[in-house]
């Protein structure tokens, strides 16, 4: 099928390639003449596993093709997919004038009918304005608009095999031709019949994902009711660690055995500095924003977020009562990026720490293997080491503010030796603190005992540490 992608930022990318990929013919197109440019000489401008040679393989194949004409990528198109990006306002609703424009563009230019596809994450209501839009702007009688919502779920460093492994399939639609013409787009990935790539060969096999056909309305509620749930899961868990730290008991056992029952399951019950990224935190907001202008008091989402907001405060006052005075300490960071195998540092927990660290008069040495360069544009103060040992070369601090499988297998034993103070301040709890004390590191995390700590508190079933690679 001829498809194109409107907006070639990270979701409009995936989608696109994955597209492509299962056999489509795939046009993007992006109002940002530098990143058609630099797609085309097969620069992806963001790091996601399995992308950049997934997109590679695809352009040298030609069933994936960018271009900065707009008009020539809605005119080709028997299907368009927005993708455009819908960034917080002020007052915390998604802002929609992308999506608008989009839509004027395709109401001018369409000369035949097309299925238009919501990608990008909206408050419900959005695609009756979308319809509503198109036709008012709609330039030649004899064209149809279709519109159908099909939110993305790509979680940031698994997006590809979030494409090509789905759980599921939400669509949206409101009449037989746009179900059926979703159903043959996702076809190959709901009857598993295309050839997982090469670099992705690995993956075990995996049962076909469920396909929800729901309403627009319907559609669009489940993506910012799905992430919002995950939202309060994660502030849950926070909660549940603080009280942790209060009774002397521990957030690793208390979560690892509430997440063994079904109904709770393990997943996002991971005390920390909190969420962050560009997905959670917005949708939180304008799920908020759109239960009050329903009239509905969505308290415990409101809750959520203040718990979340909450946690780079507390972080910080464990590193001010740690070091007691933080003007001219040295500060080493291990991690940048909002999580693991991404560079993306949008609403990053890391930037606020460093901001506060400068403003109190710490000179602060950073380390992240994705994600220096893209910070060091926002936070050019800072000096970046291009391996994590410099960060620790007679550090007073050591502060881990992103979960990378990496820092668990580092040489705790050598950063021991090359720090000036040994302290090390978990924000991601990503250690095992009876480890780390008995290397003689001064420990500090989330929700977890400081004191006579043995490594037999590890429950079974979860990964215990060795004294070299001090694993959570």
């Known amino acids: 099928m001829r498809i194109s992608v409107i907006g070639c930022g990270y979701v409009g990318l995936v989608t696109g390639t994955g597209l492509a990929e299962v056999g489509h013919q795939v046009i993007c197109t992006d109002n940002d003449p530098e990143r058609i440019a630099a797609l085309k000489a097969g620069v992806v401008p963001i790091y996601e596993p399995y992308l950049d040679a997934m997109l590679a393989a695809n352009h040298r194949a030609q069933r994936l093709s960018f271009t900065s004409d707009a008009t020539q990528a809605v005119r080709e198109a028997e299907a368009i997919f927005i993708c455009v990006g819908t960034p917080p306002l002020e007052n915390g609703e998604a802002d929609l004038s992308a999506i608008d424009n989009v839509a ?164 996002f019950l991971e005390a920390g500095l909190g969420f962050g990224g560009f997905c959670l935190p917005k949708d939180v907001q304008a799920f908020i924003r759109l239960a009050d202008r329903s009239g509905v008091d969505f308290g415990m989402l409101k809750e959520a977020e203040h718990v979340n907001k909450r946690r780079i405060e507390l972080f910080f006052e464990k590193i001010r009562q740690a070091l007691w005075v933080v003007k001219d300490k040295q500060v080493g960071v291990l991690g940048l990026a909002f999580k693991a195998n991404t560079d993306d540092i949008r609403f990053a927990p890391s930037l606020e720490i460093i901001r506060r660290l400068l403003a109190e008069g710490a000179h602060v040495r950073a380390y992240d293997q994705e994600a220096m360069d893209k910070t060091s544009e926002i936070l050019p103060q800072v000096r970046y080491s291009r391996e ?24 705790w034993a050598r950063i021991y030796s090359m720090m000036g103070r040994p302290l090390v301040l978990d924000g991601r709890n990503l250690l095992n603190p009876a480890a780390m004390m008995d290397l003689g590191f001064e420990y500090y995390s989330f929700g977890r005992p400081t004191e006579a700590l043995t490594p037999n508190l590890v429950p079974s079933g979860v990964s215990s540490a060795s004294t070299a690679s001090a694993s959570a």
């Open 104 to 267: 004027r563009l395709i109401a001018a230019e369409a000369c035949d009918s097309k299925l238009i596809v919501e990608k990008s994450t909206v408050p419900a209501q959005t695609g009756q304005q979308l319809k509503r839009v198109l036709e008012v702007y709609r330039r030649n009688v004899g064209v149809e608009f279709r519109v159908a919502s099909n939110p993305e779920f790509l979680r940031e460093g698994t997006a590809v095999e979030d494409f090509l492994h789905p759980d599921r399939i939400v669509i949206g639609v409101e009449d037989e031709a746009s179900e059926k013409q979703l159903r043959e787009i996702y076809r190959p990935i709901l009857e598993r019949r295309f050839q997982c790539p090469v670099h992705l060969s690995g993956c075990p096999a995996m049962r076909p994902p469920t396909l929800v056909v729901t309403t627009i309305n319907s559609a669009e509620l489940i993506k910012h009711a799905s992430n919002s749930f995950l939202a309060m899961k994660i502030s849950y868990a926070n909660i549940i660690a603080d009280v942790c730290e209060k009774v002397g008991a521990d957030i690793k056992e208390v979560t690892y055995a509430m997440g063994l029952d079904p109904r709770i399951g393990p997943r």
């Open 388 to 411: 994590p040992y410099e960060v620790a070369q007679d550090a007073d601090a050591l502060l881990i503010l992103t979960e990378w499988p990496e820092f668990r297998q580092l040489d």
